[in-house]
């Protein structure tokens, strides 16, 4: 004799499966899936409807998830967002190659809003390292490689990086860098140096401007995981004769949004 299911609730979208357990697993996951869609959270009402749950059902479930720490409440309106270990193990599961991937799709993004090339890199010692990249509609194509190294001290992607040092590793950098003048612009002054990565640490921005290519003009902002760690530095770059200081301000609001969007999807949540 086999033993059939008896006292399902409501046709909720996730009782795709009769046996008890798995059917609580299975709402389990489409409670998880509704409230990461719910940028501004969501209430138990809009949460219930949403997974076709009575609220009580509801409300038991996404209170064992609370209680674990997977789906959080805010205290001033009740709302339900995903809690931090998700996107832990979220970002623990991101390895190296899955982070250049990851990157390409915003590096893309970039260049297409902006017609300028984009590109992201990596800390690489006391440089940074190109892993993904991607032409904008312009005539003017960069001619960098996935994987060519760039100084720090002298490139927008690189100053963005030292701006996330620790005061002390700063200054060890500021002693060992090479300064070498790669164009007329090039910064060769650790004070003037130090002095503008100050500036980036306050305005979250830094640029390139004809310092490491004389025909070169550039951005960049950081990006930033769960941990709130800088993973890597995301920007655009153009030809100094066409990208002008103006249009390349004119360029920071697309640059910074694309940033945020893939912090958010390594899990970074800004303070608010």
């Known amino acids: ?57 509801a409300f038991h479930l996404v209170k064992t998830m609370t209680q674990l720490g997977y789906v959080r409440q805010d205290p001033s309106n009740k709302n339900y967002f995903l809690g931090r270990p998700l996107y832990q193990l979220a970002a623990a ?30 800390p690489a010692r006391d440089n940074v390292m190109i892993v993904s990249k991607f032409d904008g509609s312009s005539a003017f194509k960069l001619s ?5 190294v760039r100084p720090c001290y002298c490139t927008a992607i690189g100053k963005m990086y030292l701006s996330t040092l620790s005061d002390s590793d700063l ?15 090039t910064i060769t002054d650790p004070d003037r140096l130090r ?18 290519h004389p025909e070169l003009r550039c951005a960049a902002v950081p990006v930033y995981d769960i941990k ?12 100094v004769w066409r990208l002008s200081l103006s249009a390349l301000q004119n360029k920071v609001p697309i640059l910074h ?16």
């Open 1 to 57: 004799m086999t033993n059939s299911p008896t006292n399902i609730p409501d046709g909720a979208k996730a009782d795709k499966l009769a046996k008890p357990g798995i059917q609580s697993i299975a709402r389990a996951f489409a409670i998880l899936e509704v409230i990461a869609e719910s940028r501004d959270g969501i209430s138990l009402a809009e949460l219930s409807k949403a997974v076709e749950l009575h609220n009580s059902t």
């Open 93 to 122: 599961s991101r390895g190296d190659e899955q982070l250049e991937e990851l990157s390409k799709e915003f590096v893309a993004q970039l260049a297409e809003r902006t017609g300028e090339t984009a590109h992201f890199a990596v």
């Open 144 to 148: 960098e490689r996935l994987g060519e």
């Open 171 to 185: 200054e060890g950098y500021l002693k060992r860098a090479s300064y070498e003048a790669c164009a007329p612009n």
């Open 195 to 212: 002095e503008e990565i100050m500036t980036i640490r306050k305005e979250g921005i830094s640029f390139d401007d004809a310092e490491y």
């Open 228 to 239: 709130n760690n800088f993973v890597g530095a995301i920007g655009i770059s153009g030809a």
């Open 257 to 272: 949004e694309i940033s945020r969007q893939m912090s958010l999807e390594l899990g970074h949540r800004p303070a608010k």
